[in-house]
Structure formats: C-alpha cells, structure tokens
C-alpha cells in the first residue's frame, strides 16, 4: 500500500470504530430480522433526572453492596444471614458474566467458560464452590472437577482457527518459535495462581514490566507475525497486547493450570458464566437485592455513610444509611459517586467489549467446534462461539452464534453510536462468520451487547497494589488490581465481605 494512504487508513481505523468507517455497501443493508441494543452507556444521564428527584423512600442497613456482578453477589453470599443490601443498576445479576433471554432461553453476553482448578489455587472460592455443588475434589490428579458434566466441551470439539479465511489448527501452531516460548515458560507452571493475590512473593516482579519486555528479554522470537499470535491471546483473555499487559498477566496465561501435564476440563454452559451467578444467586434472599436501581451519590456520616440511589423503572429516590459498603461496581465512576473516597483506581484502563449474538433456529452442517478463532481482524473481532457444541438440554431448539469484539478504549465514547449502526455491526459479525463455516445462515434475531468498562487491562505494576484503608468501605470486583477472571472476581467479594 502507498505509504500515504497507509497512514490515512490507519488514521481511520484509531479514531472510529468499526461500524462508523465501513463504506461497504454489503454491510450497510438493513435486516429482516429483529436486532435489539442492551447497553448501561446511558446510565450516566439518569444522574442528573434523579439529582432533582426528592427522596421518596428510606432504608437502613449494616452493609450496603454497590453492583450485582460476580464480585457483588459473591460479597452478598459471604455476608449470608446478616443484614445487607445490594443495589444492581441493570434488570439482571451478573454484569459482565450476565445473559441475555431469548424465547425463554438463557444465552451467554459475556463471559462464556471458565477451566477447572488446581488443587493448590485459593481456599475460599473453591470452598464456595463446593458448597454451591459446582465441583467436587478429584484426589488422583488433585484437581477440582465440575459436577455438571454434560456442561464440559470434549477436547476434540474446542477450537478451530482462521486466519485471513483460511483455518489453520491452533492460535499458535508448533513452530521452532513456539517450542522455546514454552521452555521459557515452564519454571512457571504450578507457580501461578488464583486468586493473583496468593502469587509466590520471588515472581511477583513479572508484574513491573510488560510482557513484550519479558519475551525480548528471553530471546522470544521477535517476528512481528509470531508475536501477533501472542498478542491475539492476551486480547481475548485481558483486552490488551502484550505491549499492555505484564509479564505476570501473560505468563499467567500460559501456565496457570497444569496445561503441559494433563487434561484440564472445560466448562461452559449455553449461558456462559452466568451458570456461575445463577448458582451463587439462589443462595441469597430475595428482599435484600434491587435490581434497577442506580447507586449515584455516596457521602459519610458519623460512622457510617448515607447513600443515594435511583429506583430506574419507578423513577424515585432512594437513601439508604449504612454502616459499610462493599463497592462492587466499575471504579471509573467512583469520584463522581463518592467524591470524598480518593479513588485508587484512577489509573485503570478498561477495554470495551462488544458481544454480538445472532439466533438461528437452523443448525448448520459443518459447524462443530465450540470456540473459532479469528486472527488479524482489524475491527476488533476475536471470533465465535457455536452454541451447537454446547449441551442442548435447555436450548429449545435455538441455536446461537455469539461474536466478540475487543474495543479500543478511546472508541468507548463512541459506543453510544450503536444503536443507530446495529445493522451494520450484525452484517459485519455475519460476513465474519460466513467466511468461517462457509454455508449460509438465515438469523430470526440478534442481540448486541455492549460494555463500555468492560475489562480492566492488567499492565505493569496493577496486580499487588495495597490500597489505604477506608474507614468500612471495602472494595471489590476484577478492577481493584486483578486478572479479569471469574475466579478473581469471586475471591475479590469474598474478600471484601470478610473483612468488613
Ligand atoms: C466479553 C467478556 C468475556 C469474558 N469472558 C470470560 C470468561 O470466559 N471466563 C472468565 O473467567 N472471565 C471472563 N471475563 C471476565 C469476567 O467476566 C469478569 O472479570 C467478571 O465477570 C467481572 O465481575 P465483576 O463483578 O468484577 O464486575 P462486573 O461484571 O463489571 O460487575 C459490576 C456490576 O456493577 C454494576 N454497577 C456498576 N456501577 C453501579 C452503580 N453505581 N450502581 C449499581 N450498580 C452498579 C454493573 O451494572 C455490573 O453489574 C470476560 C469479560 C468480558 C467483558
């Protein structure tokens, strides 16, 4: 390409999202199906409505839970029989491991899978999770199993891989370059853990330097083609590249379960990790949790604080006393909800997410691998998951194909812009996933989910930070220092639950 244009096109791609720089006459068409918009991007608006609302209805309680997500309801879990209430600004739990419904069918919008754990990985979720009758201990190969077994993909059916259309075998195939990428790596399997908070104290200096460092360091091979590879893996798992993200989260990837040496199960339920949220939910009451309802304004009082909060669907103001907070929600907005707390975390940097799922009722011929990679898209899009490799019990027939898109962070502001480009952002995913099982597909919907703060991306020194102590206000959730995984979020509620 002329060089000129080069640097106009790359121009484009840095400052539009996909959707608002596509001239492709193909993707503009709209469509004969219904696609609907889930996004919280506006929530922010509702603020100022509710600033001039006068408070209709008072509650008190000892510990109040700002957000649902995982880390929320696994902080409401832990508090169990003691007076609390969690305040969920969407009309579901889950957050980013929620799922949408379709015809009564529960279909993963974000996190879809988790792996299963090592023996030597944290007590306190793995106790959870026993008790939620998740896993159960496997002795011979120390390991924890999960219980629900027609949820496990079988090995042979994970994953496919393509690239520029073509289907290769794996992300990383065996290449020379490979082979010593892995032999770097080894002195690290059973050395990193979850949660990140239990890392051996001699290796946590992986975290000061990013990944791209620690491979340049190690004579990985420096091909820009090779380190590509890498980079698509770190995106899929933390929203970042290897140039982002530090060595700590990318050794951490390759090496957090026993990979080299056995077979480590896969779960991952047609509602993805929201399986996950569902089990820990029917444990907690009822009437101690509001969903719809914005927690906006958080001050102290004596020694506790006083909470304001917008009831969504009856547009009223709620305040609420409380002797503590768990604070479960994205930290992004935290100076603006508490303007007294000096925020820890105003150096995060969250990558956006897009999850596009697109229903059929037809279930095509030679589809048959769970997840299909896509490299070197230049969109953002990862790829796919296929819900007909997962168990059809609960799927009423429906069939789904959910794409994702990791976004750049300075397109967030353009997410609002969605809406008005839904058909685009479909035909797009349908063009990406027509290349790949190459036989068409006739959608009876879609569904986009968008998330503006979707990821925290772990770069240099963001793991092992130690916070001040505030006063009753713990916080929690993947953003306070931490891998964004399940497992994280999970232990970072517990935590926070247990040291109030
Ligand atoms: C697209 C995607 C795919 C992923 N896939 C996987 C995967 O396959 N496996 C895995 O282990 N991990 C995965 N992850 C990561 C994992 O899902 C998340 O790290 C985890 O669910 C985060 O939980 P959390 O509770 O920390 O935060 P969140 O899920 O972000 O929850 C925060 C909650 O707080 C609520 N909230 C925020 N502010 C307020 C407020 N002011 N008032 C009331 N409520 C508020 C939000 O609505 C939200 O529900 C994925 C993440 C994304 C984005």
């Given at each position: 390409m002329e060089r000129r244009k080069f640097i106009k096109k790359t121009a484009i791609t840095l400052s539009a999202p996909f959707w608002l720089t596509s001239c492709d006459t193909d993707v503009l068409n709209s469509n004969p199906f219904p696609i609907s918009v889930s996004s919280l991007a506006k929530s922010g608006h509702l603020i100022k409505n509710a600033l001039s609302l006068k408070v209709s209805k008072k509650r008190q309680t000892e510990t109040l839970i700002v957000g649902g997500g995982l880390a929320g309801i696994a902080a409401a879990h832990t508090l169990n029989n003691k007076d609390y209430l969690l305040l969920e600004l969407d009309d579901r739990y889950g957050g980013s491991s929620s799922a949408s419904n379709y015809q009564g069918v529960a279909l993963s919008r974000g996190a879809h899978y988790d792996l299963a754990y090592p023996g030597y990985y944290g007590v306190e979720v793995l106790k959870m999770f026993e008790q939620l009758g998740i896993i159960e201990y496997q002795g011979w190969n120390d390991s924890w199993s999960f219980k629900d077994r027609q949820h496990l993909i079988p090995a042979a059916r994970r994953q496919q891989c393509f690239q520029k259309g073509k289907l290769r075998k794996a992300v990383i195939p065996k290449t020379e370059a490979s082979h010593k990428l892995m032999e770097v790596l080894r002195p690290f399997e059973g050395r990193m853990i979850l949660p990140t908070r239990l890392t051996p104290v001699d290796i946590q200096y992986l975290d000061q330097m990013t990944f791209d460092t620690f491979l340049n360091d190690q004579n990985i091979d420096a091909d820009p083609y090779f380190r590509n590879l890498i980079d698509y893996q770190m995106l899929d798992d933390y929203g970042g590249t290897s140039q982002q993200v530090?060595?700590?989260?990318?050794?951490?990837?390759?090496?957090?379960?026993?990979?080299?040496?056995?077979?480590?199960?896969?779960?991952?339920?047609?509602?993805?990790?929201?399986?996950?949220?569902?089990?820990?939910?029917?444990?907690?009451?009822?009437?101690?949790?509001?969903?719809?309802?914005?927690?906006?304004?958080?001050?102290?009082?004596?020694?506790?604080?006083?909470?304001?909060?917008?009831?969504?669907?009856?547009?009223?103001?709620?305040?609420?006393?409380?002797?503590?907070?768990?604070?479960?929600?994205?930290?992004?907005?935290?100076?603006?909800?508490?303007?007294?707390?000096?925020?820890?975390?105003?150096?995060?940097?969250?990558?956006?997410?897009?999850?596009?799922?697109?229903?059929?009722?037809?279930?095509?011929?030679?589809?048959?691998?769970?997840?299909?990679?896509y490299l070197d898209s230049e969109s953002g899009f990862l790829g796919f998951i296929d819900s007909s490799v997962q168990y059809q019990g609960n799927l009423k027939g429906i069939h789904c194909l959910t794409g994702y898109y990791c976004l750049k962070p300075e397109h967030r502001s353009q997410l609002l812009t969605v809406e008005d480009h839904k058909d685009r952002i479909v035909n797009e995913t349908l063009t990406y996933i027509r290349s790949m099982v190459k036989e068409p597909i006739n959608p009876e919907a879609a569904f986009i989910h968008v998330m503006g703060h979707a990821m925290p991306i772990p770069t240099p020194n963001y793991l092992f930070k130690t916070y001040p102590e505030i006063g009753n206000f713990n916080f929690s959730g993947v953003d306070t220092g931490k891998l964004p995984l399940l497992f994280e979020a999970i232990d970072s509620g517990i935590m926070a639950a247990k040291s109030l």
């Open positions: 530090s060595a700590l989260a990318g050794i951490h990837y390759y090496t957090c379960r026993p990979y080299q040496k056995q077979h480590v199960e896969l779960f991952s339920a047609p509602e993805g990790n929201q399986y996950f949220a569902n089990k820990i939910h029917q444990q907690l009451s009822s009437h101690k949790i509001l969903n719809q309802h914005l927690v906006y304004h958080i001050e102290k009082q004596g020694a506790g604080y006083l909470v304001n909060a917008l009831d969504i669907i009856q547009n009223q103001r709620l305040e609420i006393q409380t002797d503590a907070i768990v604070y479960a929600g994205q930290k992004h907005s935290l100076p603006y909800i508490a303007p007294e707390i000096d925020s820890p975390f105003n150096e995060n940097i969250y990558a956006p997410w897009m999850v596009v799922n697109i229903l059929t009722k037809q279930k095509p011929n030679n589809f048959g691998f769970w997840q299909n990679e």
